[in-house]
């Protein structure tokens, strides 16, 4: 009998344990908040940090967003788009697919905003000497590696090599001959800025806001002149079928990134201004 009892007191006190753990477990627990509102947006490359960065901080302003982040390069992108409908969001690196996404469709003229622009610049692997000035680039068995000229990178860098055709000191059929010279075309600007940091071709032309966020030892830079550098203008616009819960909170998104602290961050990730007559 003795036995009996001290076993029922034993599984009594295991029993008492148990809840009290449980109960402080409870307690200890934080309710997990789901969001409201999941917004994806499609992003060319050359804005992943700098998206990200602005991604973060519209959660901590609107903490029942959450943003889904999707970064290639920008013609991909679109693709995309035509393919699925999951996409809330669409932010070109130039404004040719904005306006080829326009015609298609995909979004609308009155839901597009441009917010920011870029410049272009010469990289070189930091241990290379073949290329030290811009018109080394020309010179015969030197290897060039380009975006292809479908997406926004490519376009800006066949552009600027016409144009530095024409500059004062360039030699003679030098955009020819830099075109001769390359051995590789990526399809996104992260492509051309990764090769060169490893060292596969003497040098690239990439975004300078890809250029100037790494580190001296990996790089060289060769700045463009002005007159033979090109503007590239970001846009971003909702896509039209965006279910209509989420167009608001698309909005909120762009008036973000436009205002003064989202204007900053682009600005600290080396970005241009829109300008009015842009």
């Known amino acids: 009998m003795l036995t009996r009892r001290l076993a029922i007191m034993a599984v009594l006190i295991y029993c008492f344990l148990i809840s009290s753990c449980l109960s402080n477990v409870r307690q200890n627990t934080t309710p997990h908040i789901e969001s409201d509102t999941n917004l994806v947006i499609l992003a060319a490359s050359s804005l992943t940090d700098a998206f990200t960065e602005l991604k973060n901080l519209f959660e901590e302003k609107y903490p029942r967003t959450n943003i889904l982040l999707n970064f290639a390069g920008t013609p991909t992108l679109l693709t995309q788009l035509e393919l699925s409908s999951s996409a809330d969001l669409f932010a070109s690196a130039d404004e040719y697919h904005i306006s080829l996404a326009q015609e298609k469709g995909i ?6 905003t441009k917010f920011a622009t870029n410049k272009l610049t010469l990289i070189t692997p930091a241990s ?3 290329v030290r000035e811009l018109h080394d680039i020309s010179n015969p068995n030197t290897k060039i590696i380009l ?3 479908n997406v926004p990178l490519g376009r800006y860098s066949h552009a600027s090599l016409e144009l530095m055709g024409h500059l004062k000191n360039s030699d003679f059929d030098f955009t020819r001959r830099v075109l001769k010279n390359v051995v590789s075309q990526e399809t996104a600007a992260r492509q051309v800025l ?4 490893i060292g596969e071709a003497d040098a690239g032309i990439v975004y300078i806001t890809d250029a100037t966020k790494r580190h001296p030892t990996h790089l060289n830079t060769i700045m463009i002149p002005d007159e033979a550098n090109v503007t590239a203008i970001y846009s971003i616009g909702i896509v ?6 989420k167009i608001d909170h698309a909005q909120q998104f762009i008036d973000f990134i436009v205002s ?3 204007q900053d961050i682009l600005r ?3 970005f241009g201004k829109v300008q009015q007559n842009q």
């Open 194 to 197: 990764a090769k060169i940091m």
């Open 260 to 262: 003064n602290k989202g």
């Open 240 to 245: 039209t079928n965006a279910r209509n819960h």
């Open 107 to 112: 979004i609308l003229a009155s839901n597009t």
């Open 268 to 270: 600290r990730h080396g």
């Open 147 to 149: 975006a292809l000229k």
């Open 128 to 130: 290379s000497k073949v």
